[in-house]
């Protein structure tokens, strides 16, 4: 029997992410099971060739078609938090 696979980061929201992937769900956005995806895969690697670190703030951010993931890597704690998730020309604001 295989032993399930550990992410080795552990991927936590705010609350405003949270109710931001709660809006995409109701609007049954079609990027919604790529962005979940991704938001996964930060859980093994939360810094992927993809990502960017953003100007004047400490968060990094990822691209999912149109939409971004907003997010802060702590590796004393081995967290990934997600503080958004949006269409690009909302989610900075």
């Known amino acids: 029997m295989a032993t399930p696979h550990v992410p080795t980061y552990t991927i936590l929201a705010l609350a405003a992410a ?3 992937i709660t809006r995409l769900e109701k609007s049954r956005n079609s990027n919604l ?3 979940f995806a991704a938001i996964v895969s930060l859980g093994e690697n939360p810094r ?3 990502s960017k670190k953003l100007a004047h703030r400490p968060e990094l951010r990822i691209r999912v078609g149109d939409y971004r993931v907003v997010y802060v890597v702590d590796d004393v704690r081995r967290t990934v938090t ?3 998730v949006g269409h ?3 989610v900075y604001r």
């Open 88 to 90: 690009r020309r909302d």
């Open 48 to 50: 992927p060739t993809r």
């Open 82 to 84: 997600i503080c958004g």
């Open 33 to 35: 099971k790529s962005i």
């Open 18 to 20: 949270r109710r931001q």
